[in-house]
């Protein structure tokens, strides 16, 4: 379970102050997909990156299954990155010099796993979302839905307690955002913790909630 | 630790692999050129003393030498020396030489009262042409007529350096307007004699070109000596090993109380090591200058490879790759660039310049300059360039790697 509470991250800029999160209270429940939605500079972006570690808050707290994330250090957020959360990013994030396979074995090889069970494994998942096939493809040789597809095998491979995504469809056209979303919606089914920003409403309503930001605060 | 080194692996081998091809090949000969600057540098310098020791090996000393002692003006007991070393069945050549001061006078029969002699002093050889030219191929350095031969009388062979025409400063004494055929006068002590000049010689190592030379038996006539004992023996042997062996026998014979017998190291004046550490040493500073370029370059490589990576980097971070991971990555690959490097650099040094500056030696007015590259300072200047590659690419990824990792993914 996720609990953010009296979250705030301010911008500073030279002598421009910039409050982005107002204190954010949210509650996300294991194997809960949430959508979070707004308008533009809503600041949604921002609660996930601070909720997903990829950032540091500038005040206020996060709990994760009783963790007080916001009081690890960098080397204890990186591990606990790689063994408990997953993240699928607007533009795919795959490492162009890796095929897909490696990939998305990437973070099973950093967990210690043997290279060939991490290749088993990620040939497994990639499987699991019709990408068998395209396992030796380096990112570049993949389309974009492809690629976002890859993503999402690379965050859910070392099964993550939590599945990240920063508008995992912004990119992408209307058949393929639906495959991604469908995907989510598979990993959801099987029990998997799922957190979305999206400003895509059909999307956002396949989730099991949608927490609306507006002006750095939640309003819904 | 290990599986960081092991993910560090994992994304350098396909980093190198899958990168261009261009710019892969520009950074190995970026490598390959600082390695070739770092020995090359060194190795002229040193090979020009190196030759110029070379020079002096084979024309004039050879691998051990008979002189006399400090306060003998001869070489004592010469034919029971000369004796042993021919029975020496290592030996592969010597030559025994009879040197006397000497004056040398050109134009006298010409010249009025007022006007200065055309004269010069200089080391006047006796030697034996045929066992002389089978020692130091001096018949080969003629740049005018011939070399002496056996059974040759009244004529003399004159170094370079004693001829005006062939001197390229006015200030040191030579004889001017001498050429081949010409006849001059050679004054020893109370004996003077006129020869004709049958060849003018030219060598490498000054002294040879400081000298002039006549067959022994004229050189015994003219000087009226007494005794057979000669004031100089090189020795030629099949190794060094061989040298040593007979530089012991002399002495273990008791000839080290009647001549000084040195090896060529031993003989080597010490100024001439001194010149060829401080050459080394100039050499290693400019090796090191090249290296320092070098190490800025790939700095700027690495670094400008990092940051336009700069996104990619904060991905891995953020997928849970540690920071030593990533390092490990550019580390690894600045080893196999500068390990290729090198090692390209290497193949070319020994299949290619040595073999090329062996045969066509650096023309140096004082030696044949060759290329010196013994393996072990190639390879200590092999770890070198290899140490300082992974630190000029371990900086700039610790730079990049310790930056905010989502301003890194996000390109902030």
């Keep these: 379970m996720i609990t953010v509470r009296n979250l705030t991250k301010t911008f500073q800029e030279g002598e421009l102050i910039t409050k982005v999160l107002k204190g954010i209270d949210l509650d996300i429940n294991t194997g809960e997909f949430v959508a979070i939605m707004g308008r533009s500079g809503a600041g949604k972006s921002t609660v996930l990156y601070q909720v997903s570690l990829l950032d540091h808050p500038t005040g206020g707290s996060i709990m994760i299954d009783d963790v007080e994330v916001t009081a690890l250090s960098t080397t204890e957020r990186t591990q606990y990155r790689l063994n408990n959360l997953g993240y699928v990013f607007q533009d795919y994030a795959l490492i162009p010099e890796l095929t897909a396979k490696e990939n998305v074995a990437l973070p099973l090889l950093m967990q210690g796993m043997s290279k060939d069970k991490a290749y088993k494994k990620a040939i497994e998942v990639l499987a699991s979302i019709g990408l068998q096939d395209r396992a030796d493809h380096l990112p570049a040789k993949l389309s974009g839905g492809q690629q976002q597809r890859v993503s999402i095998a690379r965050a859910v491979a070392h099964e993550p307690k939590i599945l990240f995504a920063d508008e995992p469809t912004a990119n992408l056209d209307s058949e393929s955002g639906q495959m991604v979303m469908n995907l989510f919606q598979d990993l959801h089914k099987k029990g998997q913790t799922i957190v979305m920003v999206t400003h895509e409403e059909e999307y956002g309503k396949l989730a099991d909630r949608i927490v609306r930001l507006s002006d750095g605060q939640v309003v819904q | 630790m290990l599986k960081d080194i092991q993910v560090g692996w994992f994304l350098a081998y396909r980093q190198v ?44 000393n050879g691998d051990l030498t008979v002189s006399p002692l400090d306060e003998k003006k001869q070489i004592e007991k010469t034919t029971e020396i000369l004796s042993l070393i021919r029975s020496n069945p290592d030996v592969t050549v010597y030559s025994t030489r009879y040197i006397e001061g000497a004056t040398l006078e050109a134009g006298y029969k010409t010249r009025k009262d007022a006007d200065e002699p055309n004269k010069v002093g200089a080391p006047l050889v006796g030697i034996n042409p045929v066992q002389e030219d089978a020692f130091g191929g001096l018949s080969g350095k003629m740049i005018e007529g011939r070399f002496l031969e056996a059974g040759d009388s009244n004529v003399v062979v004159l170094g370079k350096n ?110 001439v090591k001194d010149i060829a550490t401080l050459f080394g040493t100039l050499g290693n500073f400019f090796g090191s200058i090249g290296i320092v ?25 953020g997928i849970g790759v540690s920071e030593r991971s990533i390092e490990y990555a550019y580390v690894m690959q600045s080893f196999f660039y500068s390990v290729i490097g090198s090692g390209i650099g290497i193949a070319i040094t020994y299949g290619l310049l040595v073999p090329f500056f062996l045969a066509n030696p650096i023309d140096f007015p004082f030696s044949d300059g060759i290329l010196v590259a013994p393996i072990d300072g190639t390879l200590i200047r092999m770890g070198i ?28």
């Design chain 2, 385 to 412: 360039l290899v140490f300082t590659a992974i630190v000029a690419g371990y900086i700039p990824a610790k730079m990049i790697v310790r930056q905010n990792t989502l301003n890194a993914i996000l390109g902030r």
């Design chain 2, 293 to 317: 370029v070098a190490s800025i370059t790939l700095f700027i490589v690495v670094f400008i490879n990092a940051v336009t990576r700069r996104k990619y980097i904060g991905i891995l971070k």
């Design chain 2, 162 to 271: 004693l001829v005006e025409k062939y001197q390229a400063d006015d200030s040191i004494p030579a004889l001017k307007n001498v050429a081949t055929g010409d006849k001059i006068r050679i004054k020893i002590g109370d004996n003077t004699k006129e020869y004709t000049i049958i060849g003018i010689i030219q060598a490498k190592a000054d002294v040879i070109s400081g000298r002039a030379y006549m067959a022994e038996g004229e050189f015994l006539k003219f000087t009226g000596a007494v005794n057979y004992d000669a004031d100089e023996i090189g020795i030629k042997t099949t190794n060094d090993a061989a040298a040593l062996a007979l530089q012991r026998t002399l002495k273990e014979n008791g000839y080290g109380q009647f001549a000084k017998i040195q090896t060529f190291e031993e003989g080597t004046p010490s100024f």
């Design chain 2, 17 to 60: 692999k899958r990168s261009s091809i261009w710019t892969t090949s520009l950074i190995v000969f970026i490598m390959t050129l600082t390695f070739l600057n770092l020995v090359m540098t060194s190795g002229i310098l040193v090979g020009l003393i190196i030759g110029i020791n070379q020079e002096f090996k084979t024309r004039l």
